[in-house]
């Protein structure tokens, strides 16, 4: 703050007249935690215009980051495991290298491309001379669970359903249509009495939230909610943890008995029953949740050691949904962090979407909520076996992709800080 900065050199100022500004100035500067140049700037700007300017804003643009879908990262995850199959180090050189091949596949920079990497899981390590991108063992060991569970739980003949949210703008249409391309000015076409060729839409337009959910027996009836989106931005600012919920307790009564019912991580279906305390939760309030739990602890502990206590206590988060599937006899079991291939319904929305396009001919809001509820009543049982057969086929892929990594890199991982470089194979 630049007038709190004068006002520190002015107080200072008029206590010591004998001071040297120098003395002054560096006096300012330590009491407010800046440099010695800002302080002369400061001063030399309000002797000048007798007055301070706050520095202008700097908004910070969207990252593209936070543009990019859950389908495009799902898309990447699988290019890099196919490089696994293949026992091939993917670099990123060779990963832009495929992508930018294929037209139907993200265009990314370079770095761009190594931010999204890291951010859907995986991380550089040592492998020899090379480095290798290998998923982070978080990420290895929640799809492991997940693919253990999913399996007991068709082995046990228990009911699975899958659910998601999706949304699809007004202006949704087909990328590619068939151009007469001997027409090339409306005033030709006028005299030929042909068309210009198709409208396309003005826009994106408004855009319609989904939320869906089904079996191998099609979508369940009344689990179907719509909404215009009111926003510009993502979809996710709008489906919020009560408008889910809300749903969701609904929707419960009208699965069969101890069903499983699949859903990803996203925020609005993890909402915590019960707040555990972290490093921005107050003293007083951690006291209290040991406390709760009956865990006992000394009145003089600092903030650090009470939340020892709470890490040593391994509380398990519980969330709203869960409990609401569990009042009601169901299981709620969360795909692994980006992995939207092994979730079915991604395959029914494409599908979905596809007729969307393939009819949408005005690209107003009035016309694609109908249109949308057609696509739906389309899909028929058959459709959903066949995606969740895909998944399934998915789920093997990736159990087996597990295993021969884990064959194949952990014998050549030289980890940093070694002080030796030979392998363990070697070292034996």
């Known amino acids: 703050d630049k007038t709190g900065i004068l006002n520190i050199f002015k107080a200072y100022a008029e206590d010591n007249p004998e001071v040297s500004k120098t003395d002054k100035v560096e006096f300012t500067a330590k009491a407010a935690g800046v440099s010695i140049p800002s302080v002369y700037k400061i001063l030399r700007e309000y002797t000048e215009v007798h007055e301070l300017h706050s520095p202008k804003k700097y908004y910070r643009p969207r990252a593209i980051l936070d543009n990019i879908d859950s389908g495009t990262k799902s898309i990447l995850r699988r290019l890099l495991h196919s490089f696994f199959e293949r026992n091939e180090p993917p670099t990123l050189s060779k990963v832009l290298a495929v992508l930018h091949e294929d037209e139907d596949l993200p265009h990314l920079k370079r770095t761009t491309l190594w931010k999204l990497i890291k951010e859907i899981g995986f991380r550089f390590e040592k492998r020899s001379r090379n480095s290798v991108l290998r998923e982070k063992d978080e990420i290895i060991t929640w799809r492991r669970r997940f693919l ?82 009111k926003k510009t931005g993502d979809y996710h600012e709008e489906m919020t943890s009560e408008v889910f919920e809300k749903w969701f307790m609904e929707i419960v009564t009208h699965l069969d008995e101890q069903s499983v019912i699949i859903m990803d991580n996203a925020s609005y279906h993890s909402r915590k029953s019960e707040k555990i305390p972290n490093t921005s939760t107050k003293k007083a309030d951690i006291q209290t949740w040991l406390t709760s739990k009956s865990i006992p602890y000394e009145e003089d502990m600092v ?123 070697e070292s034996e």
């Open 148 to 229: 253990r569970e999913i399996r007991k739980y068709r082995e046990e003949g228990r009911k699975l359903y899958f659910l998601d949210e999706t949304w699809v703008n007004a202006g949704h249409t087909v990328s590619k249509v068939w151009k007469d391309t001997t027409i090339l000015t409306p005033r030709q076409a006028f005299i030929n009495g042909l068309s210009t060729g198709l409208k396309d839409p003005s826009g994106k337009g408004n855009r319609l939230i989904v939320l869906h959910i089904g079996s191998e027996d099609g979508f369940v009836e009344e689990g179907l909610l719509c909404f215009e989106s």
């Open 303 to 425: 903030r650090a050691e009470l939340l020892q206590l709470v890490k040593r206590a391994a509380v398990t988060p519980k969330y709203v949904v869960d409990e609401i599937a569990k009042e009601h006899n169901h299981t709620v079991l969360r795909l692994p962090p980006y992995h939207c291939e092994l979730n079915p319904i991604e395959l029914i929305w494409a599908q979905i979407k596809g007729e969307v396009a393939r009819n949408n001919t005005t690209f107003k809001m009035k016309d694609l909520h109908p249109l949308f509820q057609q696509a739906v009543e389309h899909v028929t049982a058959e459709n959903w076996k066949n995606a969740i057969r895909h998944a399934q086929s998915e789920e093997e892929k990736m159990w087996q992709i597990d295993i021969l990594m884990d064959i194949v890199v952990e014998p050549l991982v030289i980890h940093v800080g070694d002080d030796s470089t030979s392998t363990e194979s």
